[in-house]
C-alpha cells in the first residue's frame, strides 16, 4: 500500500505509533518504489508524521505522569482527504 501511495497520493499521514527506525527502514523505502513509476517524483509527495510528547517542569515530573492511569491516551488532529486533480 506505501508503494501504492507513493505513486499515486500527493501526501501520507504517518501515525504516531511508529519508530523513526521503522519509518526510514519500511515506509520510506516501500514509498520509493512507488515514486520511482514514471508518472510519480519525490516531490509529488508530502509526508506528515504526528508525534506523542510529554511536557513537563521536570523530568521527575513527567516521570510521575507517565505512571498514572490515562497517560497514553492521546488526541489526532484533523485529517482532511484530498484527491489529486485529473487536470
Known sequence: MLAVAGAECDGLYVTPFNTRDYVLSWVIPHLDKGLKRPAASDSDIEICCQTIIMI????????AARARPGSSSHSTSRCRPTRRSSS
Do not use: H, K, N, W
Not at 513537563?56 to 516521570?63: C, H, Q, T
Open 56 to 63: 513537563g517542569e521536570s523530568d521527575a515530573e513527567v516521570a
